[in-house]
């Protein structure tokens, strides 16, 4: 063989190698809720950095919902449809998925969701207590308020763990008949961002120095509020977030920042988490009933305040 032939025939041989390599790798459907999300962001990036490390070749599509319920019921249909070895959901309400979900587990492909809330047919959701990052978050700010005063609640039910923190500060705030609720709106997820500004430039308008306290159900409309009040000139109000997103925990240590807490959820181990357990069970076959502990897998999420912020700053 000539050496012209002979070098044609190991490119050729290489190419076979690496597609027959390509053929084998996963193929996986993550559905987000919203993709414009930084938890969602950032549970991506757990995957990714894990993927990397692991030198995983995995092909991964992703599939947006924009904050509707019923685009990640349709989102995931498609994934189903389309014999993925596994899909992942991130922050999605999946009530309006029933269906679609039941399509994925006749076709036998494992689902894992993140801080979805689990329900019946997917594997395993992966999350932190929404419960209890509240009963942490909610007091904190309610006792920083010296248990009087007037505050603003943010709220969002088309999530499950927002909703749930909305709830239990509602309970709470029974136990603290000297704070006055202003006013309580429903974030419109879809748009979270902006409907929280036009929403808070609303609210200081009417309220203006009334405003002692605003409760966020997560750091980006927290953000929101604290631009417009500042835009505003209210100076005496204190915030809370949850989700401890590295832009958060730097307000919270801003010693003159309206901003006093927010909770640290530990998203970029909850993607590598996912990876870990489609490895296990999709790669090396394992039953998932020996591999995931429990239907539903907390993770700590520490209370952040501006004691104790600089401990979480990205290092």
Known sequence: MSGMWRKAAIVAAAGFLWSAASANALNLAWVHANAAAQSEQRVKAGFDAWLVETGKDWNVSLLDSGGSGER????????????VDAIIITMADLRASRAALDAAIAAKIPVITVDSGYIDGVLVDITTNNWAMSSDVSPYLLNEMGG?????????????????????????LKEYPDIKVLAEHNIDYTAFFEDTTSTMQDYASRFGEEINAVWAPWDEPAQAAINELTAAGLKNVKVIGIDGHPQAVAEVCKPDSLMIATVSQPFEKMG???GEWIEA???KKEDPATVIPSKTVYMDAPLVTKQNCRDFLPQ
């Open 272 to 274: 590598a988490q996912a």
């Open 281 to 283: 069970i999709v790669e």
């Open 148 to 172: 009087k005063g007037s505050i603003i609640f943010l709220r969002m039910a088309e999530h499950h763990g927002t909703r749930k923190r909305g709830d239990v500060m509602e309970t709470i």
């Open 72 to 83: 990640t019921a349709s989102n995931l249909q498609d994934a189903a449809s389309r014999g």
